[in-house]
DNA sequence: TAATATTACGTATTACGTAAAGATT
DNA sequence: AATCTTTACGTAATACGTAATATTA
C-alpha cells in the first residue's frame, strides 16, 4: 500500500463518484478504480459497494475513512516538523498554524526547534479564523 | 512521497547505515540511496549529513523520525480498523492488541464494531505482557 | 440513452538490480 | 585496503491513458 491508495480513497469516499474524483485528481477512471480495487484486496475487505452504475461506502470504508485522513494529516505533519527545525537558523520566523497542528504537533515542534535554535524569534500566528486564505 | 520513502527513511535512520538497511528492506542500496535523496528533495531539507563513507541523521532528521514513524502506525491502524469493522458478522471474536492501540483506536473501533455488528460478543486480549509472541 | 463503472491493452514512468567509481577511516 | 555511499545504465514492474464494454436509471 501506498499514500497514493490512500489518497485516491479519500476522494472518492467524498464524492462517492469515481468520475468526480478522477476529475479532482487529474487521472483518467480507469487507473483510479483501478488502484480502488487493489486498495481494497490489501485491506482485504470491501471499501465499497460496487455496482455496475454506481458506488457507496461500506460500513468498513466509512470506519476506514476518517483514519485514511488521520493518517494522510500525519504525513504532512510529518514533513512540516522536518521543514520547520531544518530551515530554522537565525533571525525571527513566523509560524502560521491550523488546530489540527497547535493540538499536538506544535508544541513539540517548538520544543525542537527551540533546541536547535535557541536564538531565533518565533512568532505564531492563528490562521483559523482566515481559512480563505489556506487553498 | 509514498510510503516506501517512510518505511526506507525509518531503517536508515535506525541503522544509520544504508548497507543494512537495504539488507533488512530486501531491497539493494543503490535505489534506496536514490529514494533517500528523493524525500529530501520533497521535504527540502537535509535529513542525513551525507558524507561519502557514513551517514547521520541531522536534527531535521531526528525531528522527522518519530513523526515518521506514527504516520506509518496511523497507517496500519487505519488498515486494521477497516478489517475489524469488516470482518464482524457474527459469534466472537477475539482481539489482541497493544497499549499504543488501546488508548485511541481501539474505543473508536469497538464502537462503529457494535454499532455496525450489534450481536457480536468481542473479547480482549492485552498482549502487552506476551510482547515476545509479537514478532 | 445518458451517465457511470469496469475490462482490455498498449505506453510511459520509475523503482529496481548490476557494475563501476568515489571517498574516507 | 576495506567499507560504505553514490553514479551510470539497462531492465522490469506498474501506474497511466485511450478505446471499448457493461450496466443501470
Redo the contacts between chains.
Sequence with gaps: ????H?RYFVAVAELQNIHRAAAKLHVSQPPLSRQIRDLED??????FEHKANSLRL???????LP??R??LQ??D???Q???????GQGGEIHVGYAPSLAAE?LPR?LK?FDE?SPGVRVRLHDLSTQAHLLQ
Tied chains: 1, 2.
Excluded at 500500500?1 to 497514493?4: F, I, K, S, T, V
Excluded at 516538523?81 to 530551515?87: F, L, P
Design positions: 500500500m501506498e499514500l497514493r490512500l490489501e485491506v482485504g475487505v470491501a471499501l461500506t460500513e468498513a470504508g466509512r470506519a476506514f483514519e485514511a488521520a493518517a500525519r504525513v505533519d510529518a514533513v516538523m522536518a521543514r520547520i527545525v531544518g530551515t504537533l515542534a525542537y536547535s
